[in-house]
C-alpha cells in the first residue's frame, strides 16, 4: 500500500488571518529534502514560525506551521514542494546526497533584454515581477545611460520551464509592460548557451573590504541592530541518544532560519532523524536535531563536532554580508552569502536589496551578480553602484542597517 499522490504534501490553511497554516509533508526520504523544502517556503515569502521532523530513515513526515498572506499562491506552493519530494519508488533506501551523485540537469538560461526610462524603483518593479512568474535570476548586468534610460540584462531560469514557449514570453512582456507602463522602451526574451553566459560573468575583482569579511572566525563588526555573539547557542551532545547526536540551538529569528540550518547540514551531507522548531516571544527560536553522518553513525570526532559547531554558528550570526565601500568618486553597495553544495543560490536577495534600496529612496546606477570562490567555498556577491546625483543623503551606516534588516526580515 502507499499514499495517495496528492496526499504527499497536504496544506491546510488557517481560518483566521494571521494564524498559522500547516503544511504536511509525508514522502521517502532523502539527504536534504528538509533543505530543498525549507528553501522554496522562503522563495515563496512565508515565515516558519515552528517546524517537527521524523524519519525512520526510509520515511519521513514533516510538519511546517507557516505564516503567509493574501498574496500567497497556496496551491503553486503544494505543486514545488510535491516536486521536491523523492517518488514513492525510492523509499527502499536512504537517499543520501552527493553533488556528483545528484546533480540535476542544468536549466535552460534564458537572456532577458530590456531597455526603459529610469525611474526610482524600476529594478525592485522588475525584479517582483520577475519572482510572481517564477523566473529565477542567475545574472544581472544593470547599466544607466547618461540620457536617463536603463538597459537590464537579466540572466534567467524559469521553474515553471516553460520560457522556450511563445505563450509564456508574452505573459512574461505582458507583466512587465504593466508594471512599467510607457517607461518601458523594448522587452526581448531569448535562450542563450554557455559560451554567452560566460562572457557576461561578473568582474572576477572583489575589493579586499568583502574578501576580508569571508574570513572572519569572529566578525569584527557588524551592522547596526544585527546579531551579537550572546544571540547565538549551538550545543552539541552524545549523551543522551544511543545512536544520534543531538544538536541544540537557541537564536534570533530572521528570515530563512531553518533553511540556513538545513542548507548547512546538507552540505556536510548530514541527516537528520528528528528534529523541533519553535519561536517563542520577543522572536527567541530554539530548534533540537538529533543527526547522523552518512554512515549511520553519531558523530564523535571532536574536530567535526567543533567544524559543524563553528559553521552553524556563524551562519546564524551572519547569515549575510553586507558592507558600503567607496570606489573612487562612487559608493557601491555589497552583498554576499553562501551557495549550497548543490549550486543553488539563495532566493529573493536582489529582490529584497533593490526593495530595500527603493525603501531608502536610493536609486541604482548599476549593479551585478556574480559567483566567486572564496577558500572552500563558492559566495553569490551582489555589486550595486549606487546613484547619488547630487549627493548620496543616506549615510552609509544607515544604508548597511535598512539593506541588513530587510534581508534578515526585521522590517
Known sequence: MGILYDDV???????????????TVNCPDKTGLGCDLCRIILFFGLSIVRGDVSTDGKWCYIVFWVIGDSQTRWGLLKKRLMGACPSCSSASVVLYYRAEMQAPKPSDVFLLKLSCYDRKGLLYDVTAVLCELE?????????????????????????RELLHTRKRKEDTYEHLKTILGNAMISCDVEMVGTEITACSQASSFLPSAIIDMFHLDMPVELPSGSLTSSNVSVTIDNSLSPGHTLVQIVCQDHKGLLYDIMRTLKDYNIQVSYGRFSRRQRGNCEIDLFIMQADGKKIVDPSKQNGLSSRLWMELLQPFRVTVISRGPDTELLVANPVE????????????????????????FSAEIGRHMIGDREWEVYRVLLDEGDGLSVPRNKIEEGVWKLLMGWE
Open 9 to 23: 504534501v497536504i496544506i491546510s490553511q488557517s481560518d483566521k488571518e494571521g494564524d498559522p497554516c500547516v503544511i
Open 135 to 159: 523566473l529565477t535570476i542567475e545574472k544581472v548586468k544593470i547599466s544607466t545611460t547618461p540620457d536617463g534610460k536603463v538597459m537590464d540584462l537579466f540572466f534567467v531560469t524559469d521553474t
Open 341 to 364: 553544495l548543490s549550486g543553488k543560490g539563495r532566493p529573493l536577495v536582489f529582490h529584497d536589496i533593490t526593495l530595500a534600496l527603493k525603501m531608502l529612496d536610493i536609486c541604482i
